[in-house]
């Protein structure tokens, strides 16, 4: 069966300083991944999605960048945090885009 | 792009009791999904439902895509249901779900 892996489970950085979020799929291949952030406990918001090795889709230009080094690899990423930043990121997997969608744990940030 | 709206926006319930959570789209859908996030922020499959009805336990599921938009039933309800009901859809080709603002549901002792 598959699994969808993220970490760290939460994080408190400085403002100003880098970020790295990683997730991971297991038991499948070429799968579509997806980066969402929930700021106000209610709504998701798409910031990133990939359909193949190296692709990346932005949905909302910001300070963030997302890249996709292996099949089953998906990394969100910043140089420098802004205040924000601070939410619940989201990783998700599908087969494809008409496809179930399946959500990993979660990271819960704070910048302060 | 596609809007989704979901009603109500909030809801409490006491144990026991039914209730149904409505999900609008403003366009034609080929893949509608339904998630309960619970308090610890995971998110959970509830169904794929681009049309027709499914059932699962106490919680079912119909969508009327001739006439956009899709409901939830949950009935005799528990307090494990409590947390927030999204609707997600995907309007046409390679574009991502689009998701709803979701339905916060309390259900009390």
């Known amino acids: 069966s598959q699994t969808i892996h993220q970490w760290p489970a939460t994080l408190v950085q400085p403002v100003g300083s880098p970020l790295s979020l990683e997730c991971t799929v297991e038991g499948t291949s070429n799968p579509n991944l997806y980066w969402y952030r929930q700021a106000a406990g209610r709504g998701l918001q798409l910031l990133f999605y990939?359909?193949?090795?190296?692709?990346i889709s932005s949905e909302v230009p910001q300070n963030l960048s997302a890249s996709r080094p292996q099949d089953r690899q998906f990394i969100l990423s910043s140089k420098k945090l802004l205040l924000s930043d601070s939410g619940f990121y989201l990783c998700?997997?599908?087969?494809?885009?008409?496809?179930?969608?399946?959500f990993g744990p979660g990271t819960r940030l704070l910048v302060l | 792009g596609i809007q989704v709206e979901q009603s109500p926006p909030d809801l409490i319930l006491q144990e026991g009791a039914n209730s149904t959570l409505r999900c609008n789209f403003s366009d034609s859908v080929n893949n509608l999904q339904w998630f309960h996030q619970n308090p610890w922020g995971q998110l959970i499959n509830l169904f794929y439902?681009?049309?027709g009805t499914k059932q699962n336990g106490r919680l079912s599921a119909t969508t009327v895509a001739t006439e956009r938009y899709s409901l939830l039933y949950i009935s005799s309800s528990q307090t494990t249901d409590s947390g927030v009901y999204f609707c997600?859809?995907?309007?046409?080709?390679?574009?991502?779900?689009?998701f709803g603002k979701g339905t916060r549901l309390s259900v009390i002792a």
């Open positions: 990939s359909v193949g090795i190296g692709q």
């Open positions: 997600a859809v995907v309007n046409s080709g390679n574009t991502p779900l689009v």
């Open positions: 439902i681009p049309s």
């Open positions: 998700a997997w599908s087969a494809g885009t008409l496809e179930t969608q399946y």
